[in-house]
């Protein structure tokens, strides 16, 4: 699976150098490609901003260099079509726009991606990327417009990493055991159990006794139960979701 980051800080995206991902791309699995968004300009500055039509606070990013930017990453996907906009659209690689105005990101969502070939990334910084250049990158992408949440970054590059890395693991080979993945928290609409190691005491608390029992049967129902409770206290939006699904 290949992934093209975009961006005005291509340094930042090094740490997908190390851990698992690190291990991934070492082993041929998950390929990340960063391109520096100022290599598309060319004025001395190398400018990527300027200031907004109608007026308001801060810049916003000139759509040109992100048009000569993602031209350049489309043509280099895995399925590139000699002539992009014939591409049909399942073929089309996906360009992921991280906003706090778009959809929200979701495990569900992540699984989705790690089934494609090519993901592309547009870092956005400032005020955010000329509207212009969603509709037009429609011919070389299907184009998804993402929120890692309901708070603002400063940039999309925190948003680039969560999302490779959520939807990276899930590339069959990134993750050792892919058991451990079938368990995790949202793969079922609930929140993860809690979760304890050795020693079964320490500094004065225990484990819960029906985890040393041996009993199978019984850990699973206890955990289950865990699972629906924590749903319930912390997520009453996921524990709506899943019990409507009863
Ligand atoms: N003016 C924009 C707004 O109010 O929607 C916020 C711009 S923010 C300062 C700069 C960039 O950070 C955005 O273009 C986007 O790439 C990224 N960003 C900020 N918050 C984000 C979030 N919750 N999810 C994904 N990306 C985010």
Same mark, same amino acid.
């Given at each position: 699976?290949?992934?093209? %980051? ?66 350049? %990453? ?17 073929? &089309? ?18 699984? @989705?991606?790690? @089934? &494609? ?51 990276? &693991? ?11 993945? %079938? ?8 929140? @993860? ?36 409770? &924590? ?16």
């Amino acid at each position: 699976m290949r992934f093209d %980051v975009v961006t005005i800080f291509p340094e930042y995206l090094a740490v997908l150098d190390v851990s698992l991902l690190g291990r991934a791309r070492r082993e041929g699995l998950v390929d990340v490609h960063v391109h520096d968004l100022r290599d598309f300009t060319f004025d001395r500055h190398r400018t990527v901003d300027d200031t907004p039509y109608g007026g308001g606070a801060g810049m916003v990013m000139k759509p040109e260099p992100w048009a000569l930017a993602l031209e350049h %990453v489309a043509a280099q996907g895995p399925a590139a079509p000699a002539e992009p906009s014939s591409a049909a659209p399942g073929d &089309r690689p996906v360009l992921l726009v991280p906003t706090p105005s778009g959809e929200r990101f979701t495990q569900r969502f992540a699984r @989705e991606l790690a @089934e &494609r070939e090519h993901v592309a990334i547009a870092c956005g910084r400032y005020e955010g990327i000329d509207e212009r250049v969603f509709g037009w990158a429609e011919e070389l992408f299907e184009v998804r417009l993402v929120s890692l949440g309901d708070y603002v970054l400063n940039g999309g590059e925190v948003a680039a990493l969560a999302m490779i890395e959520a939807i990276g &693991r899930l590339v069959p080979g990134v993750v050792g055991n892919p058991a451990s993945l %079938v368990e995790e928290s949202h793969e079922d609409g609930l929140l @993860e159990y809690p979760v304890y190691t050795k020693p079964a005491d320490w500094r004065g608390r225990a484990v819960p006794p029906v985890l040393l029992s041996g009993d199978h049967g019984k850990v699973a129902a206890w955990r289950r139960a865990q699972q629906e409770e &924590r749903t319930r206290e912390r997520r009453p939006d996921l524990w709506a979701a899943y019990d409507s699904e009863d």
